[in-house]
């Protein structure tokens, strides 16, 4: 999947939310087909990017990965809920913000923009910037 993905970018920048992407569907793909041994691994270096990283190392787990694991879940019968169930303090803060952010928006994309853009006009930090202002 990766070298598919590769190839379909070529020489186009390609950027961290596209490159995770592949991965996030890699995830829901194994979880669909059982593999899950390396999953305790994969979300506790999820929480510790959310804990320790870069504001952007923050962004893209959160609104990269997380976002990505619950939109594609979505498609399958089992859902995000299996997925809940491995997420650190963090990574669960992060995972409710996004799953109560779509659900005001009505799950359109348009309308997730206008109402981040609309809660920014209104002082709010946007929901991906949880972790601002506690100790690090």
């Avoid at 020489?11 to 793909?29: K, T």
């Avoid at 803060?93 to 952010?101: D, G, N, R, S, T």
């Amino acid at each position: 999947a990766w070298r598919e993905h590769l190839a379909e970018w070529g020489s186009q920048e390609r950027g961290a939310y596209n490159d995770v992407a592949p991965f996030a569907h890699y995830l829901v793909e194994c979880y669909s087909a059982g593999n899950t041994a390396e999953f305790p691994a994969v979300f506790a270096t999820m929480e510790r990017i959310i804990q320790e990283g870069d504001q952007q190392a923050r962004e893209v787990a959160t609104i990269g990965v997380l976002e990505d694991i619950q939109t594609i879940a979505s498609h399958y019968s089992f859902g995000e809920a299996p997925f809940v169930t491995l997420l650190g303090p963090l990574s669960r803060q992060a995972w409710e913000e996004i799953a109560q952010l779509w659900q005001a928006a009505g799950g359109s994309l348009e309308a997730v923009v206008r109402l981040e853009k609309r809660l920014q006009s209104q002082g709010r930090r946007p929901w991906w910037q949880f972790w601002k202002g506690r100790a690090v």
